[in-house]
């Protein structure tokens, strides 16, 4: 038997450092590849949500001369929750992981995020916000994942060069970027897939906050599906973990989020600067209209755009001076929404 370990991009406020992965048994999702063709690529898509996973394997972690240990839960889940005081500057940090089960020992290297100090945080969503998935349409849905490979998929028009702008929004050098942080109903399954993609396409480095991990054939027909309230608790877990940054939220209006951002907004009105809802559809939703009007009520910026580049000129108007002109690569033209 082997054992693989999946580790995610972790982050760090003043006091603490987070970081989670995962313990499999023979195969991990990284380990199917993305860039394959037809027939063979899907069976790895399906692969992808049948893997197993190893409850009680032995994890430990090592950061700066110290170690500490914990046990893989029953969906192979482990998280450290780590308080420091040694000061650790800005930047992104790597750490050892060594996993233990029965004799069998696997090691890993990770990383987390410190933000560098400022004032904004992005938050955005995945599907149909920054990558077209048509998760509305069940059967697009199924087929976009079953037969475009990583190389097939497309981001929306003008969306990394928006993305891009918000990374640097308020920074003096571009070398320094905010903190972005990847919230969605998709699975950790996915993980390897929206890593690469998001590298691939140029959009900002980001830590992830994905769905329970699935195993079994059903539960990739339903992927992305059921209930977004893990959404809504990740969020909220953010926005009291950086409490000194101002947020903006990005999602669009195929499913929950304009009622997360609002509940999130409700809660914490004083956190978030503005929040972005891209239309799915040819025209304006009337309930989600209504909802961002109750967040203008409030006091916070919102853009309903169809197109990123508008979005982008909302942005620019929305902090004229303070965000530096960044140019981003060339980028597949959008794909519209039947």
């Not at 991990?28 to 063979?40: E, I, R, T």
């Not at 998760?135 to 990583?150: G, P, V």
């Not at 003096?172 to 942080?181: G, P």
């Not at 950790?188 to 140029?202: E, S, V």
Request: with cysteine; aromatic share 14%.
């Amino acid at each position: 038997m082997e054992i693989k370990i999946s580790l995610y991009r972790g982050y760090a406020n003043t006091a603490q450092i987070v970081v989670s992965g995962h313990i499999f048994k023979d195969k991990a999702p990284s380990d199917f590849p993305l860039n394959a063709k037809k027939l063979k690529f899907a069976l790895n898509m399906i692969k992808l949500f049948r893997v197993k996973t190893l409850a009680h394997a032995e994890v430990s972690l090592r950061f700066r001369n110290q170690t500490f240990t914990t046990r893989s839960m029953k969906d192979g889940f482990f998280q450290f929750i780590i308080p420091y005081t040694v000061s650790i500057e800005p930047g992104w940090h790597s750490y050892q992981i060594r996993a233990q089960y029965h004799k069998v020992v696997q090691r890993a290297q990770g990383e987390f995020i410190k933000p560098y100090p400022g004032e904004f945080g992005f938050i955005s969503d995945i599907d149909d916000t920054f990558l077209v998935s048509h998760s509305d349409t069940f059967f697009k849905k199924i087929y976009l994942l079953l037969t475009r490979n990583i190389n097939k998929r497309k981001v929306f028009g003008d969306v990394v060069t928006h993305y891009q702008f918000l990374s640097t929004m308020g920074k003096k050098s571009a070398t320094q970027t905010n903190a972005f942080f990847y919230v969605s109903s998709s699975e950790w399954n996915l993980y390897p897939f929206i890593t690469h993609f998001t590298h691939k396409h140029g959009l900002p480095k980001a830590v992830l906050k994905l769905k329970d991990i699935k195993r079994g054939l059903a539960d990739f027909l339903f992927t992305g599906g059921g209930s977004h309230d893990h959404k809504f608790h990740k969020i909220k877990h953010l926005l009291e973990f950086y409490p000194e940054l101002r947020f903006v939220l990005l999602g669009d209006d195929s499913q929950k989020d304009p009622d997360i951002y609002l509940k999130i907004c409700q809660m914490f009105p004083e956190n978030v600067l503005a929040v972005y809802i891209r239309q799915t559809t040819s025209n304006k939703k009337t309930k989600v209209q209504a909802k961002l009007n109750k967040l203008s009520d409030l006091g916070l910026a919102t853009c309903y755009f169809r197109d990123s580049a508008s979005a982008l000129s909302h942005t620019k108007d929305l902090m004229p001076e303070e965000v530096p002109s960044i140019t981003g690569p060339e980028t597949a033209g959008e794909e519209k929404h039947a």
